[in-house]
């Protein structure tokens, strides 16, 4: 059941109408039943055990871990039987080892699922690879694993709950069954956004009120979220598989290539982001309003920009919970001031984030796939990440000498130019069917000069759509990029259209439902790709 189904938009007429009729003390539990039976739905009943061993196992650690952290405090301030300044450090000593006992085993049974399921096939196919080469056989027999619904996510979103009740942010839920709706609700399962639970579960299980105003906003935040993915992404796969199935042919060579993957960068976005609009379109109905994702990502100047607008809540996830950890580690302080020693004190104090800026991007990388391309995809982006830190202080240097203002427009544009081109390297290792079709790919582009492919009207035949309908879709990615800029300047368009007066708003909603049912890709005969981010 897919987010742009007829099954799911009846799924979602049957969740408000219970939802907003019920009375509101029962509005959390209809979350509940709809989101695991749109978990079974779209999952499967089997894979329902990996989901319930994550709530169970990450319920009990955090109330355990919840319940040391509350005797440890009882104990500091018992006024009748006070502590001496040794005993007081004893006690933190031996709370914090319970504690993190606890920890280890949630996340080592969490994470150990995640990392059997998505790359335990990979891992054993590298090592009897490596065994084939002296004893001519496999070592090791390759398993066929079940890979949940949105395990990445709701194990990430899980993991982050349990990890800040042991850092003592929050206290841990004290019911079961609603933490169970905060591990499974059932819009962001499919591909986030990773909630966090201060910001998120509250809203679960409070009352809502049917609010006009939002209603109307999430409509219309579900409606832009279909035409990006009915209508520009589902156009672009075609034009990208066009390229992609066929380099290998020689139809598609030198720049051609590139065009194909700058394509399949913008169809990844349209499909991601417009799903993700389908996710907060309808939590907003719903009363709940969830983080942003993205925030006009092909506007950033560098990489390391790219990414904190891109999947913001992973990259928010990854900092919060990997790179401060490594970054603050005792090595780590020993290694900054050893760095200091030998290489003075810029170097010294930028190397370890450095480092740990790298370690952090290479694990997003390997995040979206158990594969080589996606080891050599990660370390690509590691490399520009973290060579933004390294060199920080000499693109300063730059503009002093260059008297180039940051600020100005032609700088900007350019910048935003040289970013796109260096994402779209990087997504060569993502588009292709392994790392040696990647890497011919990249041969390809920088050995063939062909720009004539610029001019020559190859573009118009990818994907046999024919000119009008090629013309059509790049008017509507042009559409999209104006909604952009309109929201990076601070204009939210949908809040423009909900204040507009009752004959004008119901004019646009017809006209953008009637838009969606002529133009977008659907229809006997084709099945509508699902999500690109979905088995992540």
Known sequence: MALFSLKFLLFLIALLVFYYLLPKKYQWIVLLFFSIAFYFICGSVKAGIFIVATVVSTFFGARKIDSLNQDYKTRI???????????KAALKTSSVKEKKKYLKYVLFLNFGILGVLKYGNFITGNINSIVRLFAGNDLIPQAKFLLPLGISFYTFQTMGYIIDVYRGKYAADTNIFKFALYTTYFPQIIQGPIGRYDQLAHQLYAEHDLNEEEFRKGGLRMLWGFFKKMIIAENLAFMVHDVLDNFGTGQFVGWSVFIGVLLYGIQMYNDFSGGIDIVLGVSEMLGIHMDENFRQPFMATSVAEFWRRWHMSLGNWMKDYVFYPIALSKPFARMKKSAKEKFGSYYGKVLPSFLASFITFWLVGIWHGASWRYVFYGTYQAILVSSNTLFEKHYKRFHEVTHISETNSFWKVFMMA???????????????ADTRTALRMFRSTFTVFNPKVLFNGMVFSLGDLGMQKILFVFAMICV??????????????????????TVVRWAFYYFA??????FAVYGPGYTVSDFMYQQF
Do not use: M, W
């Not at 301030?77 to 005993?87: C, G, I, R, V, Y």
């Not at 040289?418 to 292709?432: E, K, N, Q, S, V």
């Not at 439902?513 to 002529?518: D, H, S």
């Open 418 to 432: 040289r970013t796109t081109c260096l994402i779209t390297f990087g997504r060569y290792f993502d588009c292709a």
């Open 480 to 501: 999209g990029a104006a909604v952009d800029i309109a929201n990076e300047r601070g204009i939210l368009v949908r809040d423009v259209i909900s204040r507009q007066k």
């Open 513 to 518: 439902v009637l838009f969606l049912l002529i």
């Open 77 to 87: 301030k018992d006024k009748e039987h006070p502590l001496s300044k040794d005993e």
